[in-house]
Nanobody, 120 residues
Framework: QVQLVESGGGLVQPGGSLRLSCAAS????????MGWYRQPPGKQRELVAD???????NYADSVKGRFTISRGNAKNTVYLQMSSLQSEDTAVYYC??????????????WGQGTQVTVSS
């Protein structure tokens, strides 16, 4: 019911910046949460940042002060501005859309993932 299209991944040098974008389409609920997860090589998927429909944000400790998550004005897009990138940030980044079903229940939707590689 919800489709996510990601863009912005690529190769960047340490200390550089990169901006990821995700657009959601389909049956979008007004109450939702969007975010970014990543999976480094050989490791489990982890939360990077998320943002609620009301605008509140949440960041992993490892990216605080370096990454910024934001929504588009229609609230069907989400961006991740990444600065001061390190080799440890290398991972496949996934866009996440969490849709409320009511009664405290949620459904999760995922993008296909975009590769971010930080290397000199």
């Amino acid at each position: 019911q919800v489709q996510l299209v990601e863009s912005g991944g690529g190769l960047v040098q340490p200390g550089g910046s990169l901006r990821l974008s995700c657009a959601a389409s389909g049956r979008i609920a007004s109450i939702n949460q969007m975010g970014w997860y990543r999976q480094p090589p050989g490791k489990q998927r982890e939360l990077v940042a998320d943002i609620a429909s009301g605008g509140s944000t949440n960041y992993a400790d490892s990216v605080k002060g370096r990454f910024t998550i934001s929504r588009g004005n229609a609230k069907n897009t989400v961006y991740l501005q990444m600065s001061s990138l390190q080799s440890e940030d290398t991972a496949v980044y996934y866009c996440n859309f969490r849709k409320s079903r009511g009664f405290g229940r949620w459904d999760d939707y995922w993008g296909q993932g975009t590769q971010v590689t930080v290397s000199s």
